[in-house]
Every structure is written in C-alpha cells, then in structure tokens.
C-alpha cells in the first residue's frame, strides 16, 4: 500500500509515497525510468518524474565541490593548449616541447607569487587534492617502519588525510591523535599544542571546514608548531582563493590544494607547494618516468621530479595559468564581505523554520562569536534527509546542492549531525550571484514548508 502526494513542482514533479515496501516501489521505480531515493528518517521514498532532464534555470550552489562556471578565459586556454601545443612536457627538445615546458613554468611562477613565495620549483604538480595529500603526507613519512613516529591531525580533516593515516597506522605503526573540534567545526590550538609530542614529526590542519566553513586560526597554530620538532601541513582545499594567507611568514611548511575549486581551473591538476626548507628531507612516494636522468633506474631521485612521475596534465595546468590572471583583478576582502552577508540571509532563513537546523551555529544565526567561515553552510532537518532535500530542490528550482557527510566523516558527531545522512551543503564561489542568493533562499522556505 503507498500513500502518495505531490511535493513539488517544477520542470519535473517530485512525489512523496509513504509506503509499507520500498524495495519494491524503488525496483518497479528504475524499470519506469524514475530516479528516487529512500528516507533514511521514515518509511518514505522520493520519486522524481520525467526522463531526469534538468530544468532550464541552473542554480550551481556546490562550489566547496568544484567552482562552476569557470572565470572567463579559463576553458579557452585549456582548448587553446591542447590546439595549438597538445605535447608532452619534458619529452622533446622540439620547438613545441620546449614551448610546453616554458608555458608550465610560467604557471609555476603564477602560483608561487600567488602564495607569496618567490621559488617556482617549490610547486609539485599531481593529478587531484586527494593525490596530493597521499604525496605530501608520504614525503614526509617514507619510511616502511613509522612506529617511532607520531602525527596531529583534526577531526575537521577531509577523508583523504584521515584514511591514509589510519592506512599507514595499520600497516607501518604510525601513531596519531586526531584532536577534536567545537560544535562550530573550530579546532582550539591549546588542543593542538596538548596533542604534540617529542616524537610527533607531522602536523596536518585542514585551513578550512567543508561542512562548516569555519577557518581555523592559523596564526596562533603556526606559533605553537614552531615551537616542536614537528613539520606543519596545510589542507587549503577549500580556502585558496577565499582566504589570503602566507605560508612562509605563519612557518607552514606544505600546502596542497586542488585547482579547480575557489582558484577557478579545471578538474586534472593540484599541487603540492613545499614552502620552506623542507625539500631536501622529502622523499616521493612513488617514482616513474619523468624524461629526465632516463639512463638510470635507482635512486634518490629529485622530490619535485618524482612527484610528478608520467605525464602532466598539461590543458588544466594552463586552465589554472588562466584562472590565477583572474583571481588577480579579484578583491578576496570584497567577496568575503558579499558572501558574509548571503551566509546571514540564509541563516536567519532556516532559523525561521523549527523543522530545520542550523548546523555550526551552536549560539543561533546571530553567529555571537564570529570566527570566520568560507562560503560553506550546512543545515539538516528533522524529517527529510539531506538527500531527499537535495532531490528535492534539484526538481522543483534547479537548485543543485550537496548532500551526505562531504567526505569529511569525522567531523559529523561534534556537530550533532546525522553520521549516515550529514547535512545538506550550499556553497558560494565568486560566479555566484544575487539572484543565485535569492533562489537559495526560496528553496529553503520550500523545505520549510515541506517539512511542516
């Protein structure tokens, strides 16, 4: 038996069936051609009509994801490398080959002066953020027994750090101590400093909070790690390009980022920057073929090199060249204020409706005690699940959204979230515009009147 109702209506209909076999209604639902998804908080299930075409107003609100749509000029040099050079780097002594390897190298110098360093060849390129975790974390722990060793992280941290940890804890004996976070998502560097140890060798913070937005206080973290034995790397994941920050001047030692988030490039490219003396210490975890020193096959090897093993990708490389010439003419002060101002509209928006919950405000939308965030905000409600909220904006307005855990799954029981179902997310990056504020605060006064 199946109760129905419609939902919402938009270029498509989404309907509600409160129904006594779910499986069932889901199988004859994919047979249809009807996407649907099942409520993690009752026996209800969300079905959407149609052939899934989205509807002709796109309202992109998941730029802690990836930024989208790209600043001007970024997709026309990706084609325009792939056009007019469209060769390997450091492959050839041939015109174009050395025309690649200089259009690389200006990159490099782009974003070094973008981070305020003045070393080019301080920046490695990898493939995505999560490989340029994987890469950071093994330079500094190479060694196949780690029982010696000791790391900090937080339970901010994205999984790709927080795996490779547990990884390297049960397979090599590393030990590490994840210190824990307020219900806002902050970290308080007295608990960083308490956690530090004689033999803790790494400290790993993530900048800032993708379920939260909350940015951790780098300044007085810095001060404390220079104080230890211990290096420092920072997950700017989702800060570059919202935050200004000068790795050299707060001592950090590693920063890895991907491109194509608030920087603006395309998927394909992040970096690890090794910004202080640390290059000679670092050993890359893997090797391979880099069209350099190719008469011999044993090592050491240069770090930066070998980091970059195979082939770059060199038409995100030269997206990212493109998006850094963009972010140049942008004031991140002036975009801080404008998102500051949506990140309130929206609050006070869902603090209208008690079927929903603010999530990382634990004092209420008035934010009483001001750390500053990133354009992310989170919120939960009590009776649909962060997917069906997602599905539900998606068919009735366009509005496209994250929904689950964000890859950060650690962070979820500090602040009270569902550990299955998380949160729903919306996000802002610098393409958002007013009318895209707007459209998020109607979406959630829909979820508010759906809820009731």
């Not at 690389?104 to 390129?125: G, T």
């Not at 689950?404 to 979230?417: D, E, Q, V």
């Amino acid at each position: 038996m199946c109760r129905w109702s419609v939902l919402a209506k938009g270029a498509t209909l989404s309907w509600v069936a409160v129904c006594t076999d779910n499986r069932r209604l889901m199988s004859t639902a994919s047979l249809c051609g009807i996407s649907c998804v099942t409520s993690s908080h009752s026996r209800r299930i969300i079905l959407r009509s149609g052939s899934n075409q989205v509807t002709e107003r796109r309202v992109y609100l998941d730029h802690a994801a990836t930024s989208w749509p790209k600043p001007p000029g970024v997709l026309e040099a990706c084609l325009e490398f792939q056009r007019d050079l469209g060769v390997a780097a450091s492959r050839g002594a041939y015109l174009r080959g050395e025309q690649t390897d200089r259009a690389i190298a200006q990159v490099r110098s782009k974003l070094s002066r973008f981070l305020h360093l003045d070393d080019a060849y301080r920046v490695a390129w990898t493939s995505n953020g999560t490989m340029a975790i994987h890469a950071a974390i093994h330079s500094v722990l190479w060694q196949t027994d780690l029982r010696g060793e000791h790391v900090v992280t937080t339970a901010t941290e994205h999984n790709s750090v927080l795996r490779t940890l547990a990884d390297l804890q049960e397979r090599r004996g590393l030990r590490w101590t994840m210190v824990p976070c307020d219900a806002r998502g902050w970290v308080d560097p007295d608990a960083i400093e308490q956690a530090i140890c004689s033999d803790t060798k790494l400290v790993i913070v993530n900048h800032a909070s993708n379920v939260t937005g909350v940015v951790q206080d780098l300044e007085r973290i810095g001060r404390i790690v220079a104080n230890s034995e211990a290096w420092w790397m920072l997950d700017a994941a989702q800060s570059i390009g919202y935050v200004d920050f000068d790795p050299r001047s707060l001592g950090i030692d590693l920063v890895v980022a991907p491109a194509h988030k608030g920087l603006g490039g395309m998927f394909g490219t992040a970096f690890v920057v090794a910004a202080s003396e640390v290059v000679p210490s670092l050993r890359s975890p893997w090797v391979g073929g880099t069209g350099r020193s190719s008469g011999t096959w044993t090592g050491p090897f240069e770090w930066l090199e070998s980091v970059e093993s195979g082939n770059l990708n060199g038409p995100s490389i030269a997206s990212l060249g493109a998006a850094l010439l963009s972010a140049s003419t942008r004031s991140m002060a002036d975009f801080q204020a404008k998102a500051s101002d949506w990140l309130s509209r929206l609050r006070h928006q869902i603090a209208r409706y008690a079927s929903l919950r603010l999530v990382g405000y634990p004092d209420g939308p008035e934010d009483l005690q001001q750390v500053s965030r990133v354009p992310v905000l989170s919120f939960s409600s009590r009776t649909l699940g962060s997917h069906e909220m997602a599905m539900l904006l998606d068919s009735a307005m366009g509005l496209e959204c994250r929904s689950g855990l964000h890859c950060a799954g650690a962070i979820h029981p500090f602040l009270g979230t569902d550990p299955q179902d998380g949160t729903l997310r919306m996000s802002f990056g610098h393409a958002t515009s007013e009318a895209d504020v707007d459209a998020a605060i109607q979406g959630i006064r829909l979820l508010g009147e759906v809820n009731a």
